[in-house]
């Protein structure tokens, strides 16, 4: 028998979803930082990856308020 996912959980497993897709980008983009040697290359990504770790970072935030451990 199918089980019907609540209204939460669908949502939980949407945010842990969306945390693995940004930690893949952060991967991605510290081994890109690893490669690259233009100035202005280095700096936008370095934006990047702050940009990633605030996500990152709402999204833990907003599982452990919902009571998952991710």
Do not use: W
Not at 16 to 43: G, K, T, W
Not at 46 to 70: I, S
């Amino acid at each position: 028998m199918l089980k019907r996912m609540s209204r939460t959980e669908k949502e939980r497993r949407a945010m842990q979803s969306e945390l693995q897709a940004a930690l893949r980008a952060m991967r991605a983009n510290e081994a890109a930082f690893e490669e690259v040697q233009d100035p202005v290359c280095i700096e936008q990504l370095t934006y990047q990856h702050a940009a990633l770790m605030c996500r990152c970072r709402a999204l833990l935030r907003a599982l452990r308020a919902a009571g998952a451990d991710p």
